[in-house]
């Protein structure tokens, strides 16, 4: 499975956009990118997933490049529920792909 | 809503014990995985299961053994528990696409 590079830390206001983002440049054309957040003490929550198009559900907006190196997870207004671990992940898109988590990036949404 | 439900929250054991740690789904999920969670080391693959019978090694499979003899069950198995397995574990379900569903985990201490 390819690798990704986030950023390991990150702040943003309250009421603001969160923009996280994620390169994974190596990115096979069977693999998905998925985005998973981890708040303090809890397992990993699933947040949104894809493969070349840009997709939005009730809990943030996911946008590929292109040229699906890099991607970008939006939570369109942050709150301070949404400080957490932020995990950006590629996976081929077959029953044998294996799930690493990479370090992550830690969201601190400020008042 | 999918749920996958981890025998124990909590887990103190013995050193040289045989530990089982349990891990159920209820969405006939073809695909599980255990991780285990420390600090400053992130998420770690242990093993992963495809399907009955089929498994995996993970990043970390020393001292560790799985067993998956139906579907919806995927047990972590620690032959001789050692205090350096004392941590969070953590189980989680997927179906290819869709994302992983993760278990409440299990923070085991071995004395």
């Known amino acids: 499975d390819a690798k990704t590079t986030q950023p390991p830390s990150m702040d943003c206001a309250e009421g603001r956009a969160a923009n996280l983002p994620c390169n994974h440049s190596t990115i096979s054309g069977n693999e998905y990118v998925y985005w998973y957040r981890q708040i303090h003490s809890q397992g990993p929550q699933y947040i949104i997933h894809?493969?070349?198009n840009n997709e939005t559900n009730e809990m943030a907006s996911l946008i590929i490049t292109e040229d699906r190196k890099s991607s970008t997870l939006i939570l369109p207004h942050a709150t301070l529920r949404d400080t957490a671990v932020y995990y950006c992940?590629?996976?081929?898109?077959?029953?044998?792909?294996?799930?690493?988590f990479g370090q992550g990036t830690t969201l601190q949404v400020k008042p | 809503d999918v749920k996958v439900t981890q025998s124990s929250r909590y887990l103190v054991k013995r050193t040289g014990e045989k530990v089982f740690l349990e891990c159920v789904q209820d969405m006939d999920h073809e695909n599980m995985f255990w991780y285990r969670q420390d600090p400053g080391l992130g998420l770690r693959l242990i093993y992963f299961?495809?399907?009955?019978?089929?498994?995996e090694k993970g990043d970390i499979p020393e001292g560790y053994s799985v067993s998956r003899e139906k579907k919806e069950r995927f047990s972590l198995i620690l032959e001789s528990a050692s205090t350096n397995q004392t941590s969070m574990y953590l189980c989680?379900?997927?179906?290819?696409?869709?994302?992983?569903?993760f278990g409440q985990g299990t923070r085991l201490t071995v004395v």
């Open positions: 992940i590629v996976r081929v898109s077959s029953n044998t792909g294996k799930l690493i």
């Open positions: 989680a379900s997927s179906y290819i696409p869709q994302g992983a569903f």
């Open positions: 299961s495809y399907d009955v019978k089929m498994k």
């Open positions: 894809g493969l070349k």
